[in-house]
């Protein structure tokens, strides 16, 4: 459906019934919105949250990227995950064709978990967290997620509630300079949902310990807009993920 014809039908239905219902337009990365000019790209960065890096560590994960995504993470001293993160580029945005306010944003691309067995832990599995969906109006988290054991692929899964949503500058998301090189805002407090906890829990194989280590509502982390990551930022997620394995086998070893 293009624009022009969305436009239509939603001025002929506010004319036909009087209603004040706001109309939405999905934006594709890359091509100038007709509403307010703009060209949206950029991308999706998810922060891994402590509590969720501590149940990482129980479970001894190893992550890499899917798709369109890239992932880098980093580990301390003693082989424990400092930082993680996944970034994955801007597919679309939905905006409000009235106010340009945005109120959904697609992105393309994540990480895939692995983890082994583990006695009373985990019988091992893997869980891929991809196509990161915020949606604004219902303040949750939409993903794809494709899961090992019987879980298979599950679009426009509901994973996480949102807390809060910060949007810099006006309705938008750009600053009031008018600099809208990408939307931005900032979405924290992301709690995983009970059928999230089920779905992970499956995926992974938990097991008694491992489903403790993820029970209680925890911090997901924290989901921001960026710039589209240079080239360069591939090579050095490369280097840094030859790091995590190295810490981690190293750590292993000692165990």
């Known amino acids: 459906m293009t624009f022009r ?52 560590d129980t479970f001894r994960v190893s992550v890499s990227s899917y798709g369109a995504g890239m992932v880098t993470a980093s580990r301390d001293t003693d082989g424990f995950f400092a930082q993680m993160s996944q970034t994955a580029p801007m597919s679309s945005v939905t905006v409000d064709s009235g106010t340009g306010a945005l109120a959904r944003y697609d992105s393309a691309g994540g990480t895939t978990i692995t983890v082994p067995a583990l006695k009373s832990v985990t019988s091992g599995g893997s869980f891929t967290l991809t196509d990161l969906s915020v949606d604004f109006k219902q303040k949750q988290v939409n993903a794809t997620i494709i899961g090992a054991n019987g879980v298979g692929t599950l679009t ?15 309705g938008q998301g750009c600053p009031a300079f008018g600099d ?71 750590r292993r070893a000692r165990l």
């Open 180 to 250: 809208c090189a990408y939307p931005r805002f900032t979405a924290s407090g992301l709690i995983l949902t009970a059928e999230g906890y089920n779905k992970i829990s499956q995926s992974l194989g938990l097991q008694q310990l491992g489903r403790a280590a993820i029970w209680d509502p925890i911090d997901f982390g924290v989901l921001t807009t960026v710039a589209i990551p240079e080239p360069s930022t591939y090579t050095l997620m490369g280097v840094g993920l030859l790091g995590v394995w190295g810490a981690a086998k190293r």
């Open 5 to 56: 014809f969305r436009q239509v039908v939603a001025v002929s239905m506010l004319a036909m019934g009087g209603l004040a219902q706001a109309a939405y337009v999905d934006v594709p990365a890359g091509t100038p919105s007709p509403y307010d000019g703009f060209t949206y790209q950029g991308a999706l960065a998810l922060t891994y949250g402590a509590d969720i890096l501590g149940a990482w």
């Open 156 to 170: 426009n899964f509901h994973l996480l509630d949102i807390q809060s949503i910060t949007l810099v500058g006006a």
